[in-house]
C-alpha cells in the first residue's frame, strides 16, 4: 500500500511538472489581473473614489513613476513566473520518459515528417544561395531520418536514456513542422525563410548532431566494456525478427563499417553475429 502510495505521488507530481507551462500562463495572467483589480478595490475602499480619479491627484511625473514601477513589478514577476514554467515543463517531459517505454512514447510522440520539398524555390532576392544551401540541409536531415532513429533504437535497446529519448522526440517534432510548413509552399521569400526558418534548421541540425554524439558514446562505452571483461558484445540483443535484425544492422554499419572509419575487427565479429542470427531465425 505505501508503495502504491509513493508511486501515485511521483506519477502526480510528473504529470503537474508536464502541465507546468500552461499553469504558469494561467497564473502570470492571473497575477497581472488581481493585481489590478486590488489597486482599484484598495483605493476605492481607502478614499471612496476610482483609481484614476485617485492618480489626477498627483502631479504627472510621479503619476508616470508610479505606474512605471507597478507595471515593472507585476509583469516582471509574471515572466519570472513564465519562464520558471518553460523550464519546469521541460524538466517534467524529461521525467516522463523515465517512467514509459521508449518506443511507446516515440510512436506517440511522431507525426509522419513530410518529405517533399523538391517543388520549393526561392523568389529573387538577397541571400537566394545562402537560403537554398540551408533547404539543402534540411532534406538531409529529413533523408536521414530513418537512419539516426535506428541509431537512436540500437542505443536506446542498450541503455534507456531518456535525455536522449526526449531530444530525438523534439527533434523529429521540429522536422515535421519545418517539413508541413514548407512543402505547402512553393514561392518562397528569402527574407522570410531567413528569419523565421533558418534559426529552426540550425537548431534541427544541431539536435542531429547532439543525438548522434550521444548513441555513439553508448554504443561505443558498450563495445568497450565487453572487451575488456573478455566478453562478446551482442550486438544484436533483443532483435527476435528478421527486421529487427536488419534495421539494428543497418545502423550499426553507419558507425563499425570501415568505409566510415570503423574498426574492421568488430566490424567482423558484427557481421559474423548477423550472419548467425539471421540463419538462427530463418531456420
Known amino acids: 500500500m ?3 502510495l509513493l508511486r501515485a505521488f511521483n506519477f502526480s507530481i510528473i504529470k503537474l511538472l508536464t502541465l507546468a507551462l500552461p499553469l504558469s500562463i494561467v497564473a ?15 483605493v476605492q475602499k481607502t478614499f471612496g473614489i476610482g483609481l484614476f480619479s485617485y492618480l489626477n491627484l498627483f502631479p504627472f511625473i510621479q503619476i508616470v513613476f508610479a505606474v512605471l514601477y507597478f507595471l ?32 511507446n512514447y516515440i510512436q506517440m510522440q511522431l507525426s509522419e515528417i513530410n518529405p517533399n520539398l523538391a517543388n520549393n524555390f526561392f523568389e529573387e532576392g538577397k541571400n537566394v ?30 541503455k534507456q536514456n531518456s535525455a536522449i529519448a526526449y531530444k530525438f522526440s523534439e527533434y523529429a517534432n521540429l522536422l515535421n513542422e519545418l517539413s508541413n510548413q514548407l512543402s505547402s509552399k512553393t514561392n518562397i521569400n528569402p527574407k522570410t525563410f531567413e528569419l ?9 541540425n544541431r539536435l542531429s548532431k547532439d543525438i548522434t554524439k550521444d548513441t555513439l558514446r553508448i554504443i561505443n562505452k558498450n563495445v568497450s566494456s565487453a572487451n575488456k571483461t573478455g566478453k562478446v558484445f551482442d ?49
Open 196 to 204: 523565421k526558418f533558418i534559426p529552426q534548421i540550425e537548431i534541427a
Open 72 to 103: 515593472v513589478s507585476v509583469i516582471g514577476t509574471a515572466i519570472i513566473i513564465y519562464s520558471l514554467g518553460v523550464e519546469w515543463s521541460e524538466w517534467g517531459q524529461m521525467l516522463s520518459l523515465s517512467t514509459q517505454n521508449y518506443n
Open 28 to 42: 502570470s495572467v492571473g497575477l497581472i489581473g488581481y493585481s489590478i483589480y486590488i489597486a482599484f478595490s484598495k
Open 2 to 4: 505505501f508503495w502504491h
Open 129 to 158: 544561395q545562402r537560403c537554398q544551401q540551408y533547404m539543402n540541409t534540411l532534406e538531409e536531415l529529413i533523408n536521414d531520418f530513418e537512419d539516426l532513429k535506428l541509431q537512436v533504437d540500437t542505443a536506446m535497446s542498450i
Open 235 to 283: 550486438f544484436f540483443e533483443g532483435c527476435s525478427t528478421e527486421e529487427e535484425l536488419k534495421n539494428r544492422y543497418k545502423a550499426l554499419c553507419k558507425v563499425y563499417h570501415p568505409d566510415v572509419g570503423g574498426h574492421e575487427e568488430t566490424f567482423k565479429l558484427l557481421q559474423n553475429q548477423y550472419d548467425e542470427k539471421m540463419k538462427a531465425i530463418n531456420v
